[in-house]
Structure formats: C-alpha cells, structure tokens
C-alpha cells in the first residue's frame, strides 16, 4: 500500500510537471505568433542600421573632418525615413502583446528594454544629425555675413574718403552720425554674446536689445531725406551692412543654442546605444532558447 503511494505521488509529480512543461510551450507557441509582425520590423530596422557608416558619423563629429552635405543627407533620409518610423511602430506594438507566464514575461522585459533603446538611439542620432546640419548652415552663414561687412566697409569707406561738394559731404555726415550714433550700445550688447549669461538671456539680448537697436537705425537712414547721390550711396550700404548684422546675430545664438543642446546629445554617446540593444537582444534570444529545451 505505501508502495502504491509513492507511486502514485510519483506519477502525480510526473503528470504535473509534464502539463506545466505543456503549457510553457503552447504559451512559447503562442508568444512567437504574437510577435512575428514585431520581428519582422526588428529585421527591417537592423537592416537599415547596416546600411549607416556610424563610424564615418562619429568621426565627422569628433574632427569636424569635410563630409559631403549629401552624406549626411543620406544618413538623415535612413533615420527620418526607416530607423525611426519603424522603431516607434515596434514599440507601439509591443504594448498591445500580453505575456502571463511569468518566466516567459521576465524574458520579454529584456526585448521590449532593446526596443526602447532602439527607439531612443533613432530619434537622438536624428536629433544630433539635425543639430550639425543646423551648426554648419550657421556657421558658413556667419562667415558670408562677416565678409560681407568686411567688403561694405571698404566700399562705404572709400566713398567717404572721395572728394565732394559741401552738400555731399554734409549729407554723407548725416547718414554717418546715424549710423555710429548707437555703435557703442550695440558693441556693449554684442560682448554680453560672449558672457556667462545662459542661453535664454543671451537670447532676450539678441531680441529684445540688438533687433530692436538695428530696426531703430534701418528706420532713421530711411527717413533721411537725401539729395546726393553720395550719400545714397553710403546709406545703401549701410542699411546693407545693418541687415547683414541682423542675420549675423541670428546665427550668432543659433550656434549658441545648438552647441548648448549637443553637449546633452553627443554623436559619441548615441552610437554605443547600439552596442547596447545588440547585447539585450542576444540575451533575449538565449533566454528564449533555453526556455525552448526546458519544454523538451
């Protein structure tokens, strides 16, 4: 009779384990099933990540090294176009796959962190590809406004230092009272640029001190009534040169906003990111597997 017993509560033990082993692996079944659609965009979005050169990115970043603007536009076109679309899907149909079992869900948390990391390494690597476009756009601009400057000062001043008559020369003093008249306050305003102020100070300067500085003068040379054509000719390009400014100071703190955002968003720091979801999703796959040989 105790024979019978530990028999019985032996094949008891055995039963039970054999129906757990059993619901596992439908469950395993089942989850597959549930996330083909998600692997498939996975695949799609590897492949479209091999299709960057990273390393080529990170140099340009570090080195500040010539690329072709088409490169990046290359780059960019991957990312806006497959990296993010297709990493924001995966993870917008990751949320709808319920997982019960609780040791297939402990495996499941590994592939939906790899996701969200995929998702976050997307839009930061579009974000910092925006940011250097932005940087280099403003940077060349900045050196088109300084030349131009450069070249309207020398042409104003060799029209200033001709010979004219008493009415040339007095219109022509006119206009330059004009413009030095606020040259002190705006090269004051200017060097606050380069001060310790943050960002939105420096901003409400460009704005709210500089701008309006530079409209004040563009208004004053317009109402000079002029009569020689000397003097409209230093007026023009004066008025050319406080436009030239307007755009300068623009750029000036466009580069000082977008250096202050790339320092949170490092080209350097957003590559590794893929080492990091390549590893969640090796350990994903090898936890599933070894899930898999215990239902055998």
Known sequence: MFRYLKLTILLGTVFIISACQSSLE????????????IYELDRQFLEALDELDLKQLETVYATEADVSKDDIAEIKKVVDESLVPLSTKMNEKIETVEVSNEELKEVHEDYVESLELKETFAKELGRGIDLYLSYKESTNQLIKDGEA????????????QGNHSKVAAAEIDQVIDIVNERSGELEENVGLLQSDNDVAEKQRIVDEVLMPILDTQIDKLNQLSLETDEAKSVRSISLEMFYTFKSYYKERINIIQVYEEEQNLQIQNIVPKTESFNKLDMTYSEKLNQLKESTK
């Open 26 to 37: 439908s469950d395993i079944q089942q989850y597959e099933e549930n996330m083909e659609d």
């Open 149 to 160: 400057v450069s070249a309207a000062k020398k042409e104003r001043q060799s029209i200033i």
